[in-house]
């Protein structure tokens, strides 16, 4: 017998006692079936020492699965009126007399097992009218327990998905140049994660959803593993991102601290939400004293970036592409932009610009005060081996 039962598994017992109760039989039950096995996943019963949460029978041998096959009806007030039923299990052990049953439907369509009720006596009085009752709690529990499913499916596939990944050693990591506006010289590469194309999902989607099955922290470590092991190839620094909260677990400040901290930047993404701001900054304390810079990714995509600025006290911003793109042509994202060179200069903090596709806005960009450039325009994200040097001509094209 199972333990305690979920809040799903006890609004589905209500529903049962309901059907029990109305139609005065012993047992009603809510089972799912996987093609192989009926699985009674909640029973109500008036003898629960023989009929329990839990158990299981052969989908075949079910009246459930003869219902559905068109085999047996849904009402039987006396099962052995019914040479098919008395030829399986059920009316042989437990020797079920009466049976209604009605099956549960996603909303989908398809069946995910059945809403039954039985006795151990014939019961001349169930009738069509019994089954309709059956039918709506049927489809009340379908409401009740699609939820719960789509959420476990959702589950299984991210983790069929990264499972793999992770097996492997963690997404593969490609480095994207960080240079200089005015003088075109790169001063270092973003390490980006980059995962099966197949998936047609964005990086930052796919570390959302390996937190969201609590496989987050491993993967972001397994990220900044393979980040940390370029450093020895390329000049320069190496920006490496992380979540603030995989940023708290001990592991990942272990790794951080194994590293050339002064050539680290660590980038912290404005998206996340903080929980402890006062944890966030005592960790990121002995990093930074041994020398790793600290930059806050995404300013402007949110609502966050200032109060992460605020408090942790950034050595870098790295503005959003969403402002960065068309600003140019642009006077309203060319004020944004100029109103955070501002206030980030003021502070002596450094502006990176992310996203960055054209001449035109690098030209922009210069003019606007911005430090450094990062995007298209400068590179696209490579292997290590295949890294792009800095354009020759990336100056003039500026102005």
């Given amino acids: 017998m199972r333990g305690q039962r979920s809040d ?8 049962l006692q309901t059907a029990r109760r109305s139609l005065g039989l012993s047992v009603a039950f809510f089972s799912r079936l996987d093609g192989t096995t009926q699985h009674l996943e909640v029973v109500e019963s008036s003898m629960p020492l023989l009929f329990h949460d839990g158990l299981t029978q052969p989908q075949d041998t079910s009246f459930c699965q003869a219902v559905l096959d068109g085999d047996l009806p849904a009402v039987m007030p006396d099962v052995t009126d019914f040479p098919a039923a008395m030829r399986l299990r059920p009316a042989r052990v437990p020797r079920i007399r009466s049976y209604v049953t009605a099956p549960v439907r996603l909303s989908d369509g398809t069946v995910y097992g059945s809403f039954c009720a039985f006795g151990l006596r014939s019961d001349p009085q169930l009738s069509t009218r019994d089954q ?48 200089d506006l005015a003088t075109g010289a790169r001063r270092g590469a973003e390490a980006l994660s980059r995962f099966p194309a197949g998936w ?17 922290d491993r993967l972001e470590l397994q990220a900044l593993t393979r980040a940390a092991a370029l450093l020895d190839d390329v000049p320069g620094y190496v920006s490496m991102n992380v979540s603030p909260a995989t940023l708290l677990t001990s592991p990942c400040r272990e790794l951080l601290a194994s590293l050339p901290l002064p050539r680290v930047l660590l980038e912290l993404s404005e998206h996340d939400q903080v929980e402890d701001y006062a944890a966030l900054v005592d960790a990121l304390a002995p990093l930074r004293d041994a020398g790793m810079r600290l930059a806050i990714d995404d300013v402007g995509a949110g609502f966050s970036s200032l109060r992460h600025i605020v408090v942790t006290d950034p050595d870098v911003i790295k503005i959003d592409r969403s402002i960065v793109s068309g600003l140019d042509t642009d006077p309203v994202l060319a004020r944004l932009v100029e109103s955070l060179v501002d206030f980030a200069h003021g502070g002596g903090v450094r502006v990176v610009a992310e996203g960055v596709e054209t001449a035109a806005e690098h030209a922009m960009l210069r003019v606007l005060g911005v ?22 001509d990336v100056h003039s094209l500026a102005g």
């Fill in 8 to 15: 799903t598994e006890r609004q589905i017992a209500d529903l």
């Fill in 132 to 179: 309709a009752l059956m039918e709506v709690l049927a489809d009340a529990a379908s409401v009740i327990v699609e939820p719960d499913l789509r959420e476990q499916q959702r589950r299984t596939a991210i983790e069929q998905r990264i499972t793999p990944v992770m097996a492997d050693g963690g997404p593969v990591v490609v480095l994207q140049p960080i240079v």
């Fill in 200 to 216: 047609g999902l964005a990086p930052d989607v796919v570390f959302a959803q390996a937190h969201s099955v609590g496989a987050g």
């Fill in 371 to 392: 430090d450094d450039g990062q995007g298209w325009h400068f590179g696209r994200p490579a292997p290590v081996g295949v890294l792009a040097a800095p354009r020759r």
